[in-house]
């Protein structure tokens, strides 16, 4: 039961990141809505407010990844069961497309009323600016590395900030998409991507383009994964000089 419960509050805390990450995202790209053209730091803003908000809720119980980039990296250094690892995934990737389709359902009558196909898809998934598969996953690798070395960090018993570590990880996932998420948008989380790619692909959005596949595969999923597993191995070899020598 207690790892039903874990699954439930992965699933229910990516839902809630995606719900408001992929809202901010409509709110600033779909047409006649409140927020339109208000740019990349409300968009940047609204997803580091999301994940604030994800981890607060769940946090307490399933130490909230909402990530699998997070689950990975931390089950390759040790520091998280391997045996949890399916369930968790499985569980955040749901949660990533039920949160996309709860974004569809508040949009609605702005995706009918929006013309451009490209600005649809980006409300659901992410993509470069400049397509170059490779550079691109590097910049996703190199995001999703910082993510879990500031998450270890923040995390770190030594910095003993209780409460306040979801609200710091906010921030920086914040910090992350205004410094390295205008080349990709910034998945750093392939549920974040995968998940609303899939609802993108399924909904009966009018006139809408295809949900570029041959990208979503490569750059946003398996991009965060290598990331998160450096990020990991990275803060580890730190950790153990730090551990040396203080």
């Known amino acids: 039961m207690l790892n039903i419960a874990k699954y439930c509050a992965e699933f229910f805390g990516t839902m809630i990141l995606v719900l408001l990450g992929d809202g901010v995202v409509a709110n600033v790209l779909l047409k006649k809505t409140k927020g339109e053209d208000s740019g990349w730091i409300v968009i940047t803003t609204g997803w580091g407010l999301a994940v604030a908000m994800a981890v607060y809720v769940t946090g307490w119980v399933s130490g909230a990844h909402i990530n699998p980039a997070v689950t990975i990296g931390?089950?390759?250094?040790?520091?998280?069961?391997?045996?949890?690892?399916?369930?968790?995934?499985?569980?955040?990737?749901?949660?990533?497309?039920?949160?996309?389709?709860?974004?569809?359902?508040?949009?609605?009558?702005?995706?009918?009323?929006?013309?451009?196909?490209?600005?649809k898809l980006a409300v659901f998934s992410t993509g470069s600016e400049v397509r170059?598969?490779?550079?691109?996953?590097?910049?996703?690798?190199?995001?999703?590395?910082?993510?879990?070395?500031?998450?270890?960090?923040?995390?770190?018993?030594?910095?003993?900030i209780?409460?306040?570590?979801?609200?710091?990880?906010?921030?920086?996932?914040?910090?992350?998409?205004?410094?390295?998420?205008?080349?990709?948008?910034?998945?750093?989380?392939?549920?974040?991507?995968?998940?609303?790619?899939i609802a993108h692909a399924l909904l009966p959005i009018p006139e809408k383009r295809d949900s570029d596949w041959a990208y979503g595969l490569v750059v946003p999923v398996f991009g965060p994964i290598v990331g998160g597993i450096m990020g990991a191995f990275v803060y580890q070899f730190f950790l153990r000089i730090w551990n040396l020598t203080y």
């Not at 306040?164 to 910090?175: E, Q, T």
């Open 162 to 197: 209780g409460a306040l570590g979801s609200l710091l990880i906010g921030f920086l996932v914040w910090s992350i998409g205004l410094s390295l998420g205008g080349p990709t948008g910034y998945a750093i989380n392939p549920a974040r991507d995968l998940g609303p790619r």
């Open 132 to 160: 170059n598969f490779t550079w691109n996953f590097v910049t996703e690798l190199l995001g999703t590395a910082m993510l879990l070395i500031g998450v270890l960090g923040i995390t770190n018993g030594h910095n003993q």
């Open 74 to 119: 931390q089950a390759i250094i040790g520091k998280f069961p391997w045996v949890l690892v399916p369930g968790f995934v499985i569980a955040q990737i749901l949660g990533g497309l039920v949160g996309a389709l709860l974004v569809y359902a508040a949009y609605k009558d702005h995706f009918a009323v929006t013309d451009d196909p490209d600005l």
